[in-house]
T-cell receptor
Framework: AQSVSQHNHHVILSEAASLELGCNYSYGGTVNLFWYVQYPGQHLQLLLKYFSGDPLVKGIKGFEAEFIKSKFSFNLRKPSVQWSDTAEYFCAVTSWGGFQKLVFGTGTRLLVSP | DTGVSQDPRHKITKRGQNVTFRCDPISEHNRLYWYRQTLGQGPEFLTYFQNEAQLEKSRLLSDRFSAERPKGSFSTLEIQRTEQGDSAMYLC??????????????FGPGTRLTVL
């Protein structure tokens, strides 16, 4: 069965600090990978996704993620965070093709202090 | 706003009562998913529809849960004889299946259920 691990449950950063959130998945086949973000009081929104091709994918608001197949990882990065990045971030995986339920990690709460 | 909508946004009920939630997907999205999210956890898959056909159900979906998508548009999720353990956020997502591509799921705001 697929599973996703997000090692950091809570992260506190100051504005302008760099961010890296870890995500590791467990699945032997071809996968598609996602990062979703949930801002306070809002619904889940897609931040970025990897389906195939260049393993470095860029998303909205300056976020990027790198798929490293050998490490089963899909870490999220941002060079300089802003207060408005305060949110909960979820990594998710789905198998390629066919029925595609998302399997989510437990999420990482990011607090950016001004 | 043409995103996924859910109704109601909040529901408080007493144990043993039945509740029904509604999800309106993005127009013309043929796939619809229900997930459940409890405190401190990521969303967990419950069930999936392609058009009006319910094609997959999680083991999390006990016999007290039933979902429908009668005309391939909106969907309802009913919980009968609610229990305190049913308290959670119920999320709906929709997507459009494209040939040869993985679809992207778009989520609604959720219905927060509290069972007293």
């Amino acid at each position: 069965a697929q599973s996703v691990s997000q090692h950091n449950h809570h992260v506190i950063l100051s504005e302008a600090a760099s961010l890296e959130l870890g995500c590791n998945y467990s699945y032997g086949g071809t996968v598609n990978l996602f990062w979703y973000v949930q801002y306070p009081g809002q619904h889940l929104q897609l931040l970025l996704k990897y389906f195939s091709g260049d393993p470095l994918v860029k998303g909205i608001k300056g976020f990027e993620a790198e798929f490293i197949k050998s490490k089963f990882s899909f870490n999220l990065r941002k060079p300089s965070v802003q207060w408005s990045d305060t949110a909960e971030y979820f990594c998710a995986v789905t198998s390629w093709g066919g029925f595609q339920k998302l399997v989510f990690g437990t999420g990482t709460r990011l607090l950016v202090s001004p | 706003d043409t995103g996924v909508s859910q109704d109601p946004r909040h529901k408080i009920t007493k144990r043993g009562q039945n509740v029904t939630f509604r999800c309106d997907p993005i127009s013309e999205h043929n796939r619809l998913y229900w997930y459940r999210q409890t405190l401190g956890q990521g969303p967990e898959f419950l069930t999936y529809f392609q058009n009006e056909a319910q094609l997959e159900k999680s083991r999390l979906l006990s016999d007290r849960f039933s979902a429908e998508r009668p005309k391939g548009s909106f969907s309802t999720l009913e919980i009968q004889r609610t229990e305190q353990g049913d308290s959670a956020m119920y999320l709906c997502a929709s997507s459009q299946k494209s040939s040869g591509e993985t679809d992207t799921q778009y989520f609604g705001p959720g219905t927060r259920l509290t069972v007293l």
